[in-house]
């Protein structure tokens, strides 16, 4: 079964970049370059909601309009790794960062198939 690992995510300051990363593993029937991945956050009481996703097979970026500008998504695909760099973070971007894995090519979070466990984004005012 494929794997998610989320990593870097931490204390940052207001104004401040983060660089998250997502290592995936576990695939069998299915090569990693099949999988879209994406980046998704989810705050206490709120939704879980679609940051950017990127089809690792041809490099195709998806990223949400209030995300635009803001955050790059990327993939090494050697080291089957998807990064999301973030800029400009305030208090309020304070959640769980998720990263996901679905075979569609979609970026919403019902339609993913297999999630990280995700990593805690905390931005200090």
């Known amino acids: 079964e494929v794997q998610l690992v989320e990593s870097g995510g931490g204390l940052v300051q207001t104004g401040g970049p983060l660089r998250l990363s997502c290592v995936a593993s576990?695939?069998?029937?299915?090569?990693?370059?099949?999988?879209?991945i994406g980046w998704f956050r989810q705050a206490p009481g709120k939704e879980r909601e679609a940051i950017s996703c990127i089809s690792t097979g041809d490099g195709v970026t998806n990223y949400k309009d209030s995300w635009k500008g803001r955050v790059t998504i990327s993939v090494d695909n050697a080291r089957k790794t998807v990064n999301l760099q973030m800029n400009s973070l305030e208090p309020g971007d304070t959640a769980t960062y998720y990263c996901?894995?679905?075979?569609?090519?979609?970026?919403?979070?019902?339609?993913?198939?297999?999630w990280g466990k995700g990593t805690l984004v905390t931005v200090s005012s």
């Open positions: 996901a894995a679905a075979l569609e090519r979609l970026c919403e979070p019902d339609g993913m198939d297999y």
């Open positions: 576990g695939f069998t029937v299915f090569t990693f370059e099949h999988y879209v």
